[in-house]
């Protein structure tokens, strides 16, 4: 068993100065031959190590009994002396600028011994060997978006910040462009709205590529081309013996479809080679409405939802909400060409709204509309299931969902919302691409409806839901999932439940690859052994959605 160690010794005068002594207190010495081991493969990546590393004392908690605290205050150490620009150690003045700051209180204040912000894929891999040498439980974050705490960042150990893996190249023949998994969308959309070029990406302009692509992608062009991890032509990632690689469907068929919607599992994704296409203007924006329109907009949702097919380029949600006092109802519009009003909306359209934002324009600023109705510095709750089709249905969910919401709706900042999305057949025909995703679900399956229950706070145009107290957490929860499991056990009694559980909007408590069926998630299980006989992003990789559920 490889042995653990915090080494305080001498560093290298010619890489660090003068020679530092450090105390005995809790130190554990190298093998040779083990250390060795360690040198040799992150020379082979050209970074050179010192003999020995010394770690500043308050990086750490001095813990006998501690032995993370030892083996993360050791990882962090070395990253410290070979990537010392990248590495911000727990009670520096850079651990906490602007550029690590996650979208949920949760995240954020979860603190990390130390993060790792490399600036290529080779730094990624040393950063990987250090952390698994040293059996330092670590997480990666690419733009911070999800709800609950440890998804992306993690409570004393490492954090590894994809935030300057930020290259947006398209090809020179147009047709793909290559995307660091540090991006957040806005800046994909940014570039390549100059170019009149898009990709298959996310709706809200801070989200991050990675976390999004990896977990399906619902995008506001999925019925033209399915979701986003059924359009990424080749995956840069590093494995779990630290080699970088380049996965597509010619070379690593099974890799490159555990890939396609199995999340963090497989290996840390540096960029991301994305089909692309032309694309200039479009419109969108939303309607609100009073709720005596909601029968109104259920019923033009699911005619929606069954007649997308006749229309690929128009995409919807639609969203009920409490804020201010009172319930109200959002519908979100986006067609991919600058037409304005497209027959396929018209039954929308013809409901009296109170406001509307509809208008021509490009995809960044309809992604920064919607980035206004999701900010940061708030606590959030996603959750989330999937049923079939039926107007009933989500009348009578709408009903449990205003019951538990009028229990919780005087915590501070409270902004709850039920958004409901179809998942069409158009969608549905393009999971096939290139061998199929690993989602589980099939063209007879559609249309479904994916509706997540999400939490945030305080803005009245926002399209989830948020809260302001640590100490309401325990009762939004609650009434959450009261919600859910109501409305689950509500769809089995009619008929309409779906196994699906969509990763991008699934609580900690959710099991999302059993919602993959048995089949694809023991081919997840089986390539993911194949290609982590150690299992490293199971084990020491705890956060977000595992495999074993």
């Known amino acids: 068993m490889r042995i653990l160690v915090l080494i305080f010794l001498v560093i290298s005068s010619s890489l ?18 083990a250390f060795n081991e360690l040198r040799n493969a992150l020379e082979s990546l050209n970074y050179e190590i010192p003999d020995a590393v010394f770690v500043q004392p308050n990086t750490f908690t001095q813990d006998k009994d501690n032995v993370t605290a030892s083996q993360c205050a050791a990882t962090c150490g070395l990253l410290g002396a070979i990537l010392p620009n990248s590495t911000r150690q727990l009670g520096s003045e850079v651990y906490a600028q602007p550029d690590t700051q996650y979208w949920s209180n949760q995240q954020a204040e979860t603190k990390p011994t130390c993060r790792v912000q490399p600036q290529s894929a080779l730094a990624v891999s040393a950063a990987l060997l250090i952390t698994n040498f040293f059996n330092c439980p670590f997480a990666v974050k690419s733009g911070g978006h999800a709800a609950f705490a440890g998804a992306s960042n993690i409570q004393g150990g490492l954090t590894i910040d994809l935030v300057n893996l930020n290259q947006v190249q398209v090809s020179d023949d147009r047709t793909v462009t290559h995307i660091g998994a540090g991006n957040r969308w806005f800046d994909v959309y940014s570039k390549l709205d100059l170019e009149q070029l898009s990709v298959v990406g996310g709706r809200v302009a801070g989200i991050g590529v990675g976390g999004l692509t990896l977990g399906g992608g619902i995008s506001f062009f999925s019925g033209l081309y399915g979701w986003a991890c059924d359009n990424v032509r080749n995956y840069q990632i590093v494995l779990a013996n630290g080699s970088i690689a380049e996965i597509n469907y010619q070379s690593n068929p099974d890799l490159y479809f555990a890939l396609r919607g199995g999340g963090n599992n497989f290996g840390i994704v540096t960029r991301f ?64 060409k600058p037409i304005a009003n497209p027959p ?28 206004l109705k999701n900010p940061s510095g708030f606590r959030e709750l996603y959750t989330t299931i999937t049923f079939r089709n039926s107007p009933a249905l989500q009348a009578q969910i709408l009903e449990l969902f205003v019951s538990e919401m009028n229990t919780i709706n005087d915590a501070e900042g409270i902004l709850p919302a039920l958004v409901m999305q179809p998942i069409t057949k158009d969608m549905i025909s393009n999971f096939g691409k290139n061998g199929g995703n690993a989602l ?83 081919r997840l299980l089986d390539i993911s052994k194949l290609y982590d006989p150690e299992q490293v992003f199971q084990k020491l990789q705890p956060g977000y959605f595992k495999l074993g559920g």
Do not use: C
């Not at 660090?16 to 031959?33: D, E, H, K, Y």
């Open 16 to 33: 660090f100065g003068n020679a530092v002594l450090a105390t005995a207190l809790n130190t554990t010495f190298l093998s040779s031959s």
């Open 273 to 336: 080679d994305l089909e692309t296409f032309p694309h200039g203007n479009m419109w969108g924006g939303s309607n609100s409405y009073l709720v005596t329109a909601n029968v109104s907009l259920i019923t033009a949702f699911n005619n929606f939802a069954n007649n997308a097919p006749t229309d690929p380029d128009a995409a919807m949600y639609l969203a009920f909400a409490y804020a201010e006092g009172e319930y109200v109802s959002v519908s979100e519009f986006t067609y991919a």
């Open 344 to 371: 396929i909306f018209h039954e929308f359209t013809a409901i009296e709204s109170l406001a509307s934002t509809l208008r021509i324009t490009n995809l960044t600023d309809l992604v920064s509309e919607l980035e």
């Open 440 to 522: 589980g679900i099939a063209e007879a399956d559609g249309p479904l409806i994916q509706q997540p229950l999400t939490g945030l706070l305080e803005t009245v145009m926002n399209l989830a839901i948020m809260w302001s107290a640590p100490s309401d957490d325990a009762r939004i929860t609650t009434a959450a999932n009261s919600v859910i499991e109501s409305s689950v056990a509500l769809a089995k009694s009619m008929g309409l439940d779906y196994k699906y559980i969509y990763q991008n909007y699934a609580s900690l408590n959710q099991d999302v690859f059993a919602g993959y069926g048995l089949a694809n998630k023991q």
